[in-house]
């Protein structure tokens, strides 16, 4: 807070220790501005951190109640294969699922943005709308889409005579829910990186056609690198939501209960042991371990991606 | 840069935000107000002075039960929340409970999950209003359900014998006979699908509701219960006989795998394709009113059994308590004495299709001679009051069911999953178990 507050008296005679006594009272009015975004800050962003921080150096037990355990709790996690099982399978979708969106929003949204397209608004919607269906709705739908008993994808086996689409089976339940969490949020990234794109200067294009660049390389000459920043900031909205993958899974559980277990993502497993089997402090730790892995692969792509920005 | 700088910034929000919903549904814990004493003359009085309840409840009958109390003591002013079918609603009671604070005065709980709540000491022992003598106006399996540790922890409402509800025009068509014992089961489970892919004898994904109550059938007593010692085992006798039976069909893909409660297994129970059910007996109201569609096509029978003795087990039901929290439990005391003991509170529940756990109503000639439409005219309450009586006795649940049910489908799930031993899935639940109740500050042993 560098902003000075109009001090008339300052300015026609500044002796040295009024002029102190001043800026100590502007410190104190900056701080009266601060203060509303501090304390619900405090209270809404530290307290409940530090609190769960709290909550993961106990355990309480149903019988027997509550008791320090120090680092017990995390001691347990990183030997918990049932964490790790669910850890390595958001990794997994992370891997696969990301590109797959990522490359299907940055298309799409070069596509709108190349004015070749027809309709180009038209387009733009559609693609956005998945986004503002509730994802809850969406998973449902979904869950009715890949019903291999009287869904769509039933009729389509019952057309082809054989078992061919099974959603809910072992092998496919990562790829079936890929490819809602893919519908649901291309539109998002598509968005970002298109308003990304209405960024660029004009005159950037004009001088490219000047020296004679086709559209291809005014995407790889321009739009690209311009996109640079914005496919870093998908690409971890991305990564937290594939860590936090939850709802998905948890709705289409009721469908496929024995394929989707009760860890199968690390969200999954906290709600899991917090809200059928009581073990809050677990819980809590499962979320701060979950969170800290999240912040730490979020940073290291941000610097990653500014570096290249550097270069 | 400042937009990378932002995005940092909102990581770091994110991740504090994943460990902030943690903390929020861990409020603060305090330990339930015992409350004191009281005696049948303060429900009267109590019932006299009004006051406000809440009461939780998902039955369909509650609606109407409430107006009819309301009606008879203008009073008290009860205020209905449906806060949720099982599970939904242990959780938000678990949280209310632990939280100190926003539990209602009157609560609907299953009987499988009556024990871990009085465990947690969150419930009204009802004997201090001496709703005890209330012993000879239930079934013997029911009260047995709602007495923990020589406390009255509830009052039983409905009551779920096991029967075999089947699918006749089905069986017909196919020329299958009622099934009396497992054995004939499997057979029919055979035969049927042989004749026709499309159907199955049963449906089954695996439901621990189901396998405990198949299990209390087949002599299992895999839980036992003596204060804070358990004792957790699926290796006996009585289990091994179920899953003697079960495997067959599991293994050898006899069982439809729609899983239950799902729309599509609805379509399945109207259609033909699931053409039997081993289930408790508030089935018939539930097929009434969501399979519409097949009305005259089932009839019910007993339970088959394995060596032709009749014995059953419950599965489902529940019953009503008052919870430590409530500033008035002598009136939710009454609230509950009338609810579940009331012929007036009955006759409504029954209306709803229920099936009582109050031996005057499962006596009753007018209620046991019902002949049901939907049955094609048949006195199913013959045969669903006959296995009231027919339940065998000494199932316990775990203090922490609701836990151990919900890691079912992780353990003995996979069992069916993998259409294998159903034996491996269960001694992997076992392991579980053992391992959350030792956790826990139990003393489990195997």
């Known amino acids: 807070m560098t902003t000075t507050s109009p001090a008339p008296a300052a300015v026609i005679a500044p002796p040295p220790p009024r002029r102190t006594r001043v800026r100590a009272r502007s410190e104190w009015k900056g701080l009266a501005f601060v203060a509303p975004f501090l304390v619900v800050f405090l209270l809404v962003f530290i307290a409940p951190v530090a609190y769960s921080v709290h909550l993961s150096l106990f355990r309480e037990q149903l019988v027997g109640g509550n008791a320090f355990v120090g680092l017990a709790n995390f001691v347990e996690l990183f030997g918990d294969a049932q964490f790790w099982e669910g850890f390595a399978r958001v990794v997994l979708f992370l891997l696969i699922q990301v590109p797959i969106m990522l490359g299907l929003a940055l298309v799409a949204a070069l596509a709108i943005d190349s004015a070749r397209l027809h309709a180009s608004g038209f387009f733009r919607i559609v693609i956005f709308l998945p986004y503002a269906v509730p994802a809850v709705v969406a998973v449902l739908m979904w869950g009715f889409i890949y019903g291999d008993d009287f869904g769509l994808a039933a009729n389509v086996n019952d057309w082809l005579g054989s078992e061919v689409i099974t959603p809910f089976a072992r092998n496919w339940i990562l790829v079936s829910i890929g490819n809602i969490v893919t519908w649901e949020f291309v539109g998002y990234n598509m968005l970002i990186f298109y308003s990304a794109l209405r960024t660029i200067p004009t005159d950037l294009y004009e001088a490219a056609e000047l020296d004679g660049a086709g559209p291809m390389r005014v995407v790889t000459g321009i739009k690209l690198p311009a996109l640079r920043g914005a496919i870093v900031i998908a690409t971890i909205f991305s990564i937290i939501g594939s860590f936090q993958l939850f709802n998905e899974p948890n709705i289409l559980r009721t469908l496929a209960p024995n394929i989707i277990t009760t860890f199968f993502t690390p969200n999954m497993y906290a709600y899991n042991l917090s809200f059928s089997g009581q073990q809050y402090n677990y819980s809590a730790t499962v979320a701060i371990v979950m969170g800290v892995i999240t912040a730490v692969i979020a940073y290291v792509v941000q610097l990653r991606g500014s570096r290249k920005e550097e270069r | ?446």
Request: with cysteine; proline share 4%; glycine share 10%.
């Open chain 2, 1 to 446: 840069m400042t937009i990378a700088r932002t995005a940092a910034r909102r990581t770091l929000a994110v991740a504090a935000t994943a460990a902030l919903a943690v903390g929020a549904l861990a409020a603060c814990s305090t330990g339930a107000d015992a409350t004191g004493g009281g005696s049948p003359d303060d429900l009267d009085a109590a019932l006299e002075a009004g006051g406000e309840l809440t009461y939780w409840s998902w039955t369909p009958s509650a609606e109407a039960q409430v107006a009819a109390f309301e009606e008879a003591y203008p009073n008290v002013d009860v205020e209905l929340v449906n806060a949720g079918t099982n599970t939904e609603e242990y959780t938000k009671l678990q949280n209310a409970i632990k939280a100190g604070s926003g539990a209602p005065d009157v609560v609907q709980i299953e009987y499988y999950a009556m024990p871990q709540f009085a465990l947690a000491d969150a419930l009204v022992d009802l004997g201090e209003y001496g709703l005890d003598e209330l012993e000879d106006q239930y079934s013997a399996s029911t009260w047995g359900s709602v007495n923990v540790d020589g406390k009255l922890v509830g009052l039983p409402q409905d009551s779920g014998p096991m029967a075999l509800f089947y699918n006749k025009t089905v069986f017909d068509q196919y020329g299958i006979a009622v099934p009396t014992t497992w054995d004939e089961y499997v057979d029919a489970a055979r035969r049927l699908h042989a004749a026709d892919p499309t159907k199955y004898i049963t449906s089954d994904t695996g439901d621990a509701g189901f396998a405990t109550s198949m299990i209390w059938q087949a002599g299992g007593r895999p839980f036992e219960i003596d204060g804070t010692d358990v004792t957790v085992s699926f290796q006996d006798e009585g289990t091994e006989k179920w899953t003697g039976v079960w495997n067959q069909l599991v293994e050898e893909d006899l069982l439809s795998t729609t899983p239950g409660w799902s729309d599509e297994w609805f379509k399945g129970l109207a259609d033909g394709s699931i053409a039997s059910l081993p289930i408790g007996a508030w089935m018939p109201g539930v097929l009434e009113s969501s399979v519409a569609d097949a009305a005259g096509d089932w009839r019910v029978a007993p339970l088959p059994t394995y060596d032709g003795t009749a014995v059953t087990a419950e599965h489902g039901g529940g019953g009503q308590s008052v919870v430590k929290q409530s500033e008035n439990p002598a009136l939710a005391a009454a609230f509950l004495r009338w609810l579940n003991s009331d012929p007036a509170s009955i006759d409504v529940f029954l209306e709803s299709g229920g099936f009582p756990s109050t031996t005057a109503d499962l006596e009753d000639p007018e209620f046991v001679g019902l002949e049901s439409e939907y049955f094609g005219g048949q006195k199913i309450n013959e045969v669903l009051t006959q296995a009231s009586k027919d339940v065998a006795s000494g199932w316990s649940y775990l203090p922490y069911q609701v836990y151990a049910n919900s890691i079912f489908g992780d353990t003995v799930g996979q069992s069916y999953a993998n259409k294998a031993d159903l034996n491996e899935g269960l001694a992997d639940w076992q392991s579980q178990l053992v391992e959350y109740g030792n956790e826990q500050g139990f003393t489990v042993g195997e």
